[in-house]
């Protein structure tokens, strides 16, 4: 069951939440929660939310001693790419501020400085491996075809969310015909 989309190109903005639809089964982004960071002419970049990797961040990176996150898989694109979405947009510099209070990327030097010098915690930023990528009208033409569910974004959502729940709880809070949705099995044909 394929759910219409409302919402136009023009309503997709950075910011923006992207839930999959129910059953889109490619293996990347089946019941995936993605944050939109970049969404213009050029195209859309987004990070996955809800599938957290096997690493932490001292598997791919020196230097940290006390700070050991764990990864997220950001999307299948550049996989061999570390990024990361952050509260701290004030202390570092070249950060881009994607939401109210949200950024994204900006100096790594000063990022590590806050972290060693313990003015950050884990629950100040969120990092990933690789990244969801579209080029230009590509995700226009998914969300018309229904493979998105549009929502928005908080702290929370961001910081704070449980990775196993957080597709089914996001698609809940949109109330009605989402709540009935959420509940539906991973593999309904199995029932």
């Known amino acids: 069951m394929k759910t219409k989309a409302k919402l136009t190109y023009n309503e997709l903005s950075t910011g923006s939440i992207l839930l999959s639809e129910p059953y889109l089964q490619d293996p990347?982004?089946?019941?995936?929660?993605?944050?939109?960071?970049?969404?213009?002419?050029?195209?859309?970049?987004?990070?996955?939310?809800?599938?957290?990797?096997?690493?932490?961040?001292?598997?791919?990176?020196?230097?940290?001693?006390?700070?050991?996150?764990?990864?997220?898989?950001?999307?299948?694109?550049?996989?061999?790419?570390?990024?990361?979405?952050?509260?701290?947009?004030?202390?570092?510099p070249g950060s881009k501020?994607?939401?109210?209070?949200?950024?994204?990327?900006?100096?790594?030097?000063?990022?590590k400085l806050l972290i060693n010098t313990k003015r950050i915690t884990e629950n100040d930023v969120r990092f990933f491996i690789g990244y969801s990528g579209w080029d230009y009208l590509q995700l226009n033409q998914e969300y018309v075809a229904g493979n998105w569910i549009m929502s928005t974004a908080d702290e929370e959502l961001i910081f704070k969310n449980s990775a196993k729940t957080l597709w089914s709880s996001s698609l809940k809070a949109l109330g009605d015909t989402f709540s009935v949705i959420a509940t539906l099995p991973d593999e309904p044909f199995m029932n």
């Open 28 to 92: 990347f982004f089946k019941r995936t929660v993605i944050l939109l960071c970049e969404h213009n002419d050029e195209g859309s970049v987004g990070f996955i939310l809800n599938k957290k990797t096997d690493l932490n961040l001292n598997d791919v990176l020196n230097g940290f001693e006390d700070f050991n996150p764990t990864i997220y898989f950001g999307g299948p694109v550049d996989t061999d790419t570390l990024h990361y979405v952050h509260r701290l947009g004030h202390l570092i």
């Open 97 to 111: 501020e994607i939401m109210d209070g949200i950024y994204w990327g900006g100096d790594f030097e000063a990022l």
